[in-house]
Every structure is written in C-alpha cells, then in structure tokens.
C-alpha cells in the first residue's frame, strides 16, 4: 500500500471511533508527520485521551499515559536506579518517557521539577539521571491535556515550555449529530457480541519515517516561504507594517517559523498534495501561534485572544 493510502486508512480509522473531533485527528497525524508535540485543551468528556490511545493502537510502538497530580516526581517519568545487594551495583529502570508516545494528562498540574524533566525529553529527544543521559525512541510523541475550566491547584506551563510544544490544539463540542453517533458507538462498544474489535491498520515505523520524507521534500513555492516568513515576523515589536503587533508584548520565535513550516507541509500532503498552498500556511497558523503569542494588558482589556490576533494577522499580510 502507497504510504499515503495507509495515512488516508489510519486518518479514516480514527475520526470513525473518535466522531465529531476531525480536526483533533487531523492535527495529531500532522504532529506525527512534522516530529512534534501537541498540546490539547478542552473541557472533560472531549475524547482527548481517547483520541491518542485510538492512535497508538493504529501505529507500531507503545503508549503510556501519566496522569499529572502534585505530588508526582521527575523520576516518575524518567525511571530511577535501583540497587542490587547481590552484586552491589546500580540498575536503570526506564520510566514512562522511554514509550513511543506519551499521553501527560493534566500537565498543569504537575509542579516545575516534573515540567522541567518532561522539557528535557521533549526538547533533546534524551533524560538525564544523575551523570548519565539515555536516548529516546526515534519515534516520541507527546500530548499534552490541559482542562481549561479548574485552575485551582494547577501551575501555568512557562512560555519556554509552551514554545517547544508544536501546536496548541483547541477543541469543542460535538454537534447534535455527531453527539448521537458517539451514543450509537458506545453502545457498539459495550456489545460483546460485535466485531467492534475487528483486525485493524498497523502503521509500522518504518512507513512513518518514509511518510516524514516525503513530507520534507514537499515544494513550497519561494514566493510562499516568503509569506510563511513575514506572517511570523508581523507578530514582532520591532515590525511596524502591520497593525497586529499594537496588541503583543511577546512575538513568536525562529521556532515558530520552523513549525509553521513542517507543519503547513503536513497538512498538504495529508490532502494528497506534492504542493503547499497558502491554505495550509493559513490553516496551521492557528495552532502552531496559538501559545505562542503573550497578549500585552491593552489586548486582554480589550477581551481578545490569541485566535483574534491571527485572525488579524492572516487578513491583514499579503498573500502571494
């Protein structure tokens, strides 16, 4: 089967168990696509969690999740050394961050010692224990889930952070329809009796990284990589050609840049495109600038969000 074909089957297997939530699938096969890390946010229910453990059973690896509380540990994640009387040595025991993808649920409320060890693993693709670092999978993903509605007891993740992560995906309720098809597959589910269960696609890694090639050799036109560049240069003070930059204290990073532009290029060929057009720069400029924006006072006085700010940056910088 063409590369392609097996996305466009994973793509199709997973918005049938995870209904009314097509862009969350879209984004997380882009995140896979581009070698990055999403972060999620929405209210309970939204099949969040769902959503990558549907994905890892379609992909080659293994999964863990990691629910996030206070009290956790950075050896929590990174594994520790255990003693061994017999012969008085020292034995590494892998933690959480050793799988192909990693689900942190709730990140916000974990304190900064287990962000800064998940920051090493997302940034250096290694941990670190004691004087010895371990590399990570070839393959590492990891979503993040933020509850956007409880924030007593949580800790804001710092900008440092939030930068590493390749898009800030954000996600809403279903539509009626889409309500009363996920009542009609629980109920399949729960039935023991159907082929719910059946056979599905395996995506084996070495199809992902072949998948990952072809999405860097896609062709962007020069005059795209241009509008690319001045779409992430619009949203810094020392940038006076667009109007956007009266409602930020911060800009967004060379990071930026480079995730808009993996990014664009994935959401191309997932449409079966050997092209980026503007659309895809457009589409992916949401997610990937998201949290990447710090809005100044006069911008938040004036109830806008980062989502308003883009809005005005897409209308208001030329396309070729």
């Known amino acids: 089967m063409h590369t392609f074909s097996v996305f466009e089957a994973l793509q199709a297997q997973i918005e049938q168990k995870i209904i009314g939530q097509s862009h969350l699938a879209n984004r997380l096969l882009v995140a896979i696509l581009a070698d990055g890390h999403l972060l999620v946010e929405g209210a309970p229910g939204l099949a969040k969690t769902r959503a990558i453990k549907v994905l890892s059973d379609g992909i080659e690896g293994d999964f863990h999740r990691v629910q996030f509380t206070p009290d956790l540990l950075p050896s929590d994640l990174t594994g520790i050394e255990i003693y061994r009387p017999q012969d008085g040595s020292f034995h590494f025991q892998k933690g959480p961050l050793f799988h192909n993808l990693l689900l942190a649920d709730e990140i916000n409320r974990a304190p900064a010692k287990v962000q800064s060890a998940l920051l090493e693993a997302m940034a250096e693709r290694q941990i670190t224990v004691g004087s010895v670092s371990y590399p990570l999978p070839d393959l590492f993903l990891v979503m993040a889930t933020q509850n956007p509605i409880e924030q007593e007891g949580t800790y804001p993740l710092p900008e440092a952070q939030l930068d590493r992560f390749l898009l800030h995906v954000t996600i809403d309720y279903p539509n009626a329809d889409a309500e009363r098809d996920i009542l009609r597959l629980s109920r399949q589910e729960a039935d023991t009796s159907s082929d719910a269960d059946k056979q599905e696609l395996i995506l084996t890694q070495e199809v992902l990284m072949q998948a990952r090639q072809e999405v860097l050799n896609l062709h962007m036109a020069d005059a795209l990589e241009d509008y690319l560049v001045q779409l992430v ?88």
Request: charged share 20%; net charge negative.
């Open 233 to 320: 240069m619009a949203t810094r003070c020392n940038h006076t050609s667009t109007g956007v930059v009266k409602h930020l204290q911060y800009g967004a990073s060379p990071r930026a840049t480079i995730a808009l532009d993996r990014c664009a290029r994935a959401h191309a060929w997932l449409a079966g495109r050997d092209f980026v057009t503007p659309e895809d720069i457009q589409s992916m400029a949401f997610d990937v600038l998201r949290h990447r924006l710090l809005l100044n006072y006069e911008a938040e006085a004036a109830g806008l969000n980062s989502d308003d700010v883009i809005h005005q940056l897409i209308a208001q910088v030329a396309v070729p």
